[in-house]
């Protein structure tokens, strides 16, 4: 065990003088995970805040869907679930770019979900 400054809680200074050891809120411990970011808005956040979009596998036309539990096969497209983050992937057309797919998606299936959970 040491004895010193480090020890006591107390640090040195830039010119030696004894200084006390403040806690600044935008160091507080926050949530931590895997990051993603929202093709609508294009803002990063933690993987649980936001909704995996994927296209189905079973079927001949992809089609979007919801991966609610995150875990389908594929690569996905994330999203915040909001409205106005869809409307912005749609009007960038994102997420056909983010799932490397050729011509438009049909995002209502999305919509129809998001405007669900809105209730």
Do not use: F
């Not at 200084?19 to 609508?40: D, F, I």
């Not at 991966?67 to 009007?91: F, T, V, Y």
């Amino acid at each position: 065990m040491s004895s010193g400054p480090a020890s006591s809680g107390v640090r040195l200074g830039p010119i030696g003088s004894r200084t006390q050891s403040v806690a600044c809120p935008r160091n507080a411990p926050r949530e931590t995970g895997p990051l993603r970011t929202c093709v609508g808005c294009r803002g990063r956040d933690l993987r649980s805040d936001l909704l995996r979009l994927v296209l189905s596998p079973s079927d001949r036309e992809p089609r979007l869907v919801v991966d609610k539990r995150g875990s389908m096969p594929g690569r996905g497209a994330w999203i915040h679930p909001d409205l106005a983050c869809l409307e912005l992937a749609r009007r960038r057309r994102a997420v056909p770019r983010a799932l490397r797919v050729a011509g438009p998606l049909d995002l209502d299936e999305v919509r129809a979900y998001l405007e669900q959970q809105d209730r």
